[in-house]
């Protein structure tokens, strides 16, 4: 789902941002088995990165606001599972494997971790020339898909310069609901603030957001 | 996992007893059904708590001060000029290294979820993945600034980058003042977490 509450950009009452001194990796150790989990599991090939975040939009606003981070994880992972195949809803509420594995493509060992440590590329082969250039103004679409996009909504509609061109990369909106990596162009496209928020808004503030192609028109 | 103490900023303590009953439960199936190797995942909880941290990006910072070269390489291609010194992992693909200068001071942001450059800064501190930080840094920047404790000229422009793809941010930050003696290591010790994503500065050179 796309106009979920992930897409916090702008939202006003969550109140002050409060850093932790000394804060460390994990506040608990399960957070800790959580994200080895999260990580084996896409070595393994059960689920992309792009199903992961996904996962968690798909969790009622309630739900996302009121459990910690690595909670929503675990959701996630569980959500992924079901989908996937890789376990039944009896198996997650038992605890313990009833019926056989679906095979995966690999299994991550303690002699690989290291070079998972390393994120993946997500640079593809272009498919086409790109559309736009660095200075050249676009619009970022009105759009609002029911499936997963990484357009925010909060530059949706709105005004912007293409600053950086990254190449072509993996189009999360197809990767996300298994219909392949289907490589787009991506932008660096920035928007000045009063754009965004208003006559009013600070005019010494920009904000810029990474946008595929297909996000954007010609204003 | 040991049972641990009742965290008010995290969970209340009966979602907390079913959370880790819950993990425990997830961890039982995959390794039942052979998916993941409990062994694998120890290492990687490991890597994490011991060896990935702000320092991988403080020798970076810390480099492009004293070595004009590096730091347009930097610039250019981080994920190249990083992969140059070998201090670190291997870097992922798509790094971007954003320059503070007297005119313009960067942030850097992830509004939909929580994409950060681990391999240069470790996981992401808890604010970061935060809704007050989420929803207010592309609005309110200079208010966040204030939650740091940190107020920059009101001429300084402000360039927040959201980060809503694979690209990942690292901010370069300022050279403190009166550092001019400091080789890079001492430098290095300077550089803050919070400095290479925009919501602090460097320590000063006497703080060292």
Redo the contacts between chains.
């Keep these: 789902m796309t106009d979920s509450i992930h897409d916090m950009g702008g939202m006003d009452g969550f109140g002050k941002v409060e850093p932790e001194p000394d804060e460390p990796p994990f506040h608990q150790a399960w957070e800790g088995r959580v994200l080895a989990m999260q990580r084996a599991m896409g070595y393994a090939g059960a689920w992309n990165i792009d199903m992961s975040r996904a996962a968690q939009e798909l969790l009622p606003p309630n739900v996302y606001l009121s459990v910690s981070y690595y909670k929503r994880w675990t959701l996630g992972i569980e959500h992924n599972l079901l989908k996937q195949g890789l376990a039944d809803a009896g198996e997650i509420a038992g605890g313990h494997a009833r019926n056989s594995a679906k095979p995966l493509r690999r299994k991550l060992t303690p002699d690989a971790v290291p070079a998972t440590m390393t994120r993946g590329s997500y640079g593809r082969p272009a498919q086409a020339p790109a559309r736009f250039k660095p200075g050249d103004r676009v619009r970022a679409k009105n759009i609002h898909p029911r499936t997963h996009t990484r357009l925010p909504r909060y530059v949706r509609g709105h005004i912007g310069t293409v600053e950086l061109v990254h190449g072509c990369h993996v189009f999360p909106d197809t990767a996300a609901i298994g219909q392949g990596e289907n490589p787009q162009w991506l932008y660096t496209v920035v928007f000045a603030g009063r754009e965004l928020w208003g006559a009013d808004a600070d005019p010494t503030i920009k904000v810029s957001v990474d946008a595929f192609e297909p996000y954007l028109e010609t204003p | 996992?040991?049972d641990?103490d009742h965290?008010p900023?995290?969970?209340h303590g009966s979602?907390?007893s079913e959370?880790?009953?819950?993990?425990?439960?997830?961890?039982?199936?995959?390794t039942?059904?052979?998916?993941?190797?409990p062994?694998?995942?120890?290492?990687?909880?490991e890597?994490?708590?011991t060896?990935?941290g702000p320092r991988n990006g403080a020798v970076v910072v810390a480099r492009a001060w004293t070595d004009p070269a590096f730091k347009q390489a930097l610039l250019k291609d981080a994920t190249a000029a990083v992969a140059t010194l070998g201090h670190a992992?291997?870097?992922?693909?798509?790094l971007?290294a954003v320059e503070n200068t007297p005119q313009r001071h960067n942030m850097i942001?992830c509004?939909?979820?929580?994409c950060y450059p681990?391999?240069m800064l470790?996981?992401p501190?808890?604010?970061y993945?935060?809704?007050?930080?989420?929803?207010?840094?592309?609005?309110d920047?200079?208010g966040?600034l204030r939650?740091?404790g940190i107020s920059l000229p009101?001429?300084?422009?402000?360039?927040?980058?959201?980060?809503?793809?694979?690209?990942?941010y690292l901010v370069l930050p300022m050279r403190p003042s009166g550092t001019a003696g400091l080789s890079a290591d001492e430098l290095a010790a300077l550089v803050t977490r919070?400095s290479m994503i925009g919501?602090g500065f460097p320590k000063p050179a006497e703080r060292a």
């Design positions: 996992m040991a641990h965290d900023h995290h969970e979602e907390l959370t880790q009953l819950r993990v425990r439960a997830l961890e039982t199936i995959l039942e059904k052979g998916y993941v190797d062994a694998a995942l120890d290492a990687i909880v890597t994490y708590e060896k990935v992992n291997p870097v992922g693909d798509h971007v942001v509004t939909l979820c929580s681990w391999e470790g996981l501190p808890v604010w993945k935060s809704a007050p930080y989420r929803s207010r840094a592309v609005k920047p200079r966040v939650d740091f009101q001429t300084t422009e402000i360039r927040v980058w959201d980060s809503t793809a694979e690209t990942r919070d919501t």
